[in-house]
Nanobody, 133 residues
Framework: QVQLVESGGGSVQAGGSLRLSCAAS????????MGWFRQVLGKEREGVAA????????YYADSLKDRFTIFRDNAKNTLYLEMSSLQPEDTAMYYC??????????????????????????WGQGTQVTVSS
């Protein structure tokens, strides 16, 4: 059973930093597409960052790539999102997600990332990030 558990959210002032963690079980994150998404209440969920398995390269929302960094620790089976220079508009619920990779995998356009990637079918419960001005 795949389980993704996010942590690290909280309240910070504008200009501050946070590191989100996503501890995975039931899935080897080094072999799956992993991603971070965020959702503001009443709005559509959007992709923040994603990374494929086994090859270099990452996907970022254009407006975030200079401030956010996605990375993983395969030994800990944990995905991270380092966020800096946070702004009030970054306030949202942040979700970790995983997507299988393989033949027949459904592909989906990811809003925010502007890319078509394997469909993320496994999700964590989310961690809230609140940035005050």
């Amino acid at each position: 059973q795949v389980q993704l558990v996010e942590s690290g959210g909280g309240s910070v002032q504008a200009g501050g930093s946070l590191r989100l963690s996503c501890a995975a079980s039931g899935v080897n994150i080094s072999s799956w597409y992993m991603g971070w998404f965020r959702q503001v209440l009443g709005k559509e969920r959007e992709g923040v960052a994603a990374m494929p398995p086994g090859i270099p390269g990452t996907y970022y929302a254009d407006s975030l790539k200079d401030r956010f960094t996605i990375f993983r620790d395969n030994a800990k089976n944990t995905l991270y999102l380092e966020m800096s220079s946070l702004q009030p508009e970054d306030t949202a619920m942040y979700y970790c997600a995983a997507a299988r990779v393989g033949p027949g995998q459904r592909m989906r356009y990811i809003k925010g990332l502007g890319s078509t990637l394997p469909e993320f079918g496994f999700w964590g419960q989310g961690t809230q990030v609140t940035v005050s001005s």
